[in-house]
């Protein structure tokens, strides 16, 4: 087993690897900016080191400095979370090349991965099934127009090195082809530095779902079922689950399976997600991510499996702990990403101080979190400030503790996006289970609906804001409790 790990991010993903190392009596290195001395992942490392100034591109992407830590420390092993340099082929190569443990995959798959051409032609070959389009990069115009005839408009044209979502165009007819084709090239060329692109027939609106994956040096490959994360804005998740309410236990079992295999012909090792778009009854294969995701929280509440305890086991060479059959799906999960960012107007972010915080709690509540009260959240960075993380016997147990628990929630000081969260919780075609990845803009009441759930709380609030002193921080928690209480009971008679 590995003895000391650096963990190479922030924010709750930090801690949420800090507290799998404590429970396996592996020591801690965290790794912060200038913008982060006061962050709370800072203080629960067992070492913490200053790796320099706030810009990302000057600390927390900064390979060199970082290698240089893992040295100086002892750490014989590299967390990377997710994003920043998670998925940087360079980065697992440069731990590789130090004999340091990079914890994810190896180099050579990471770059398999990040092509996503490649991938796509890796999948095909395992079986997978694919969006129909092109299995090679798009050389030309002449090219694209023969392969958009064939796989008719709507088509989507995508960079080969992104994913996610960026630089994507969506063409609607051949009068549109070539302006599309160029601007795509020049993103993925200005974006990723390299100019190529592929092209898929394009879904109106299709639902997000995603297997989640392990493998480890022994050949062994299982999946722990799927996340929904159809709730999306601007390729912002808002809200995952597992399971999907669109998927069936057959159609689980099959693409589960399906998934787990290619992860083995490929030589995954780790913890990884692959995303399919889910149209008509079926699955289509979009990228591999090659990390642990912010959403695993849902998928290890519905198997019991603590996946980056997995990823620490399988970096250490060790086997996985449990068999594709040990695997049960029990009850629903739901997260919900509670943002620092204004729902009311276009969801600007909205970093600040946290003045007083309050997390909720009891039966199948999980918050993942970095902050305190008093916390001023940096702008550098993205501005999560938690994923409130329910768990339920079925959905709609999980759908009304997860309000309950919105309602418990109490943070002052800055906006938060937990207003969007209770309106979502509220819609009657969320409560049904009828999802699409246009969900947010296709809902167009959610704004009403919003901007009516502020006015509910608003005499609350006034009766409140004279006791948000440090004192009185409890007595104001009973209040918001029982005035919450009566919030949900006009809820449940408006929709009775
Ligand atoms: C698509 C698609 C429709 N058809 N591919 C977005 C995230 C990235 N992982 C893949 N994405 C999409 N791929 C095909 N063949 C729809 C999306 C998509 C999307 C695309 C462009 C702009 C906004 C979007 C929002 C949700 C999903």
């Known amino acids: ?29 965290a790794v912060y900016s200038e913008a982060d001395k006061d962050a709370l992942f800072a203080k629960y490392a067992d070492q913490a080191y200053c790796i320099g100034p706030p810009p990302a591109t000057q600390s927390y992407l900064n390979i060199q400095r970082l290698i240089e830590v893992a040295r100086e420390s002892g750490a014989d092993a590299i967390h990377p979370g997710y994003g920043f340099l998670a998925e940087n082929p360079k980065f697992a190569r440069a731990c590789e090349e130090e004999g340091i443990k990079f914890i994810g995959p190896s180099s050579r798959v990471l770059e398999l991965m990040g092509d996503k051409v490649a991938a796509r032609r890796e999948m095909v070959n395992a079986g997978i099934p694919v969006v129909p389009g092109t299995d090679e990069c ?48 020049a993103i993925a ?3 990723f530095g390299l100019c190529d ?13 995603e297997f989640q994956l392990l493998g480890d040096s022994k050949g062994n490959a299982i999946h722990l079922g799927e996340r929904e ?4 804005r601007r390729h912002q998740k808002l809200i995952e689950e597992s399971p999907s309410a669109a998927v069936t236990a057959a159609m689980r079992t099959k693409m589960g399976k399906l998934a787990a295999n290619a992860a083995k012909l490929v ?26 995701q912010v959403e695993h929280p849902v998928t290890e509440m519905v198997t ?6 997995e990823q620490i086991r399988i970096a250490s060479g060790l086997p996985l702990s449990i068999r594709q059959e040990e695997i049960r799906m029990n009850g629903s999960a739901i997260e919900c990403r509670i943002n620092a960012e204004d729902p009311l107007n276009d969801f600007v972010p909205t970093p600040g101080k946290i003045k007083s915080y309050h997390s909720p709690g009891g039966t199948g509540i999980r918050v993942d979190s970095g902050v305190y009260t008093s916390y001023t959240i940096p702008p550098f960075y993205d501005p999560m400030i938690s994923k409130l993380i329910v768990w339920g016997r079925d959905r709609s147990e999980a759908i009304t503790r997860m309000r309950r628990a919105l309602y418990e929630y109490v943070i002052v000081g800055i906006k938060n996006n937990i207003p969007f969260h209770k309106a979502v919780m509220e819609n009657p075609r969320f409560m049904k289970g009828e999802l699409g990845t246009h969900f947010i803009e296709h809902e167009t009441t959610l704004i009403e609906d919003m901007k009516r759930i502020i006015e ?5 609030e006034e009766k409140l804001s004279h006791l948000f002193e440090e004192k009185k921080r409890i007595a104001a928690i009973a209040t918001v409790a029982a005035v919450n209480q009566l919030a949900l009971k006009t809820q449940r008679i408006n929709s009775a």
């Open 1 to 29: 087993m590995v003895n000391k790990v650096l963990i190479a991010n922030r924010g709750e993903i930090a801690i949420r690897v800090m507290r799998a190392c404590r429970e396996m009596g592996i020591a801690s290195v």
């Open 138 to 185: 798009v050389a030309d115009f002449e090219q694209a127009r023969a392969i958009a005839k064939k796989i008719e408009y709507p088509v989507i044209i995508k960079p080969s090195g992104g994913g996610g979502g960026i630089g994507m165009t969506i063409v609607a007819n051949e009068g549109e082809l070539a302006k599309a084709l160029e601007s795509t090239q």
């Open 189 to 191: 060329q200005t974006t």
């Open 197 to 209: 692109v592929y092209i898929e027939k394009y879904l109106a609106n299709p639902r997000h779902i």
């Open 229 to 232: 994360c159809s709730i999306q």
């Open 267 to 292: 030589g995954y090792e780790g913890a990884g997600t692959m995303e399919f778009l889910f149209s008509g009854g079926r699955f289509y294969f979009l990228e591999v991510n090659a990390r642990v």
């Open 304 to 309: 019991g499996v603590d996946i980056v305890k």
């Open 456 to 460: 509910r709380e608003k005499p609350l």
